[in-house]
């Protein structure tokens, strides 16, 4: 269900900082470009995600967010 899956990330962002995309696809059993889409899915919801390209880039939620 996709609002599990979102929870999901929002949770995995918080606990372990920045993923890539390729990660968060295999932990949670689905493709890159659904995470892509979910993504896109969370900022329209308001959640401040970043992506950082690069190397040593990925997903990540700005610093001072956090849920409750």
Known sequence: MRAD?????LLLLQVQGR???RDLA??????????????EALGAAGVPVIAER???GGWALLDSYRTQ
Do not use: F, K, P, Y
């Open 19 to 21: 993923c890539t995309a």
């Open 54 to 56: 690069g190397a040593n």
């Open 26 to 39: 295999r932990r949670l059993e689905v493709s890159e470009r659904t995470i892509r889409r979910d993504m």
């Open 5 to 9: 899956r979102l929870i999901s990330i």
